[in-house]
């Protein structure tokens, strides 16, 4: 399911003109935008392997979001705003997959572990969850 997801992700980030460059770097090197370029840069070899897919359909928000990136000057209620939204089309977009491919699932923390989503975030899968149903 994993590859499956992988393609879904980068079959998107293509229909939407979005560039994507998927590589090998440090286990602490976080995927990330580099909203300039309309890039998306995703690490394979990311610690948490599990988080790889939940971190590209992440920073994909951010650049669907048009974010710009954190500036020193903005203030954290700005990076917090723009984090949350990332979170929350990332999440939506991997509920398109499942729905895409027929899963289904109406408990969030299953949800949160199969598709490696910090279980902080669990309050958000269930909110999208609950738009669902």
Not at 7 to 12: A, E, R, S
Not at 73 to 95: C, H, M, P, R
Request: aromatic residues 14%; negative net charge.
């Amino acid at each position: 399911m994993k590859d499956d997801l992988m393609q879904f992700l980068i079959d998107f980030a293509w229909n939407h003109n979005i560039g994507v460059e998927i590589g090998e770097f440090g286990p602490n090197f976080r995927a990330r935008t580099l909203p300039e370029y309309n890039l998306v840069i995703v690490n394979t070899n990311w610690h948490n392997h599990n988080e790889v897919p939940f971190s590209f359909a992440h920073e994909l928000g951010h650049i669907m979001n048009r974010d710009t990136g954190i500036r020193y000057y903005e203030s954290e209620t700005v990076k917090d705003k723009s984090e949350y939204q990332a979170n929350l089309f990332g999440i939506g977009l991997l509920l398109q997959f499942c729905k895409r491919n027929g899963f289904a699932f109406d408990n969030s923390v299953k949800f949160c572990e199969v598709f490696g989503i910090p279980i902080e975030l669990e309050y958000i899968v269930n909110l999208k969850l609950k738009e669902i149903m």
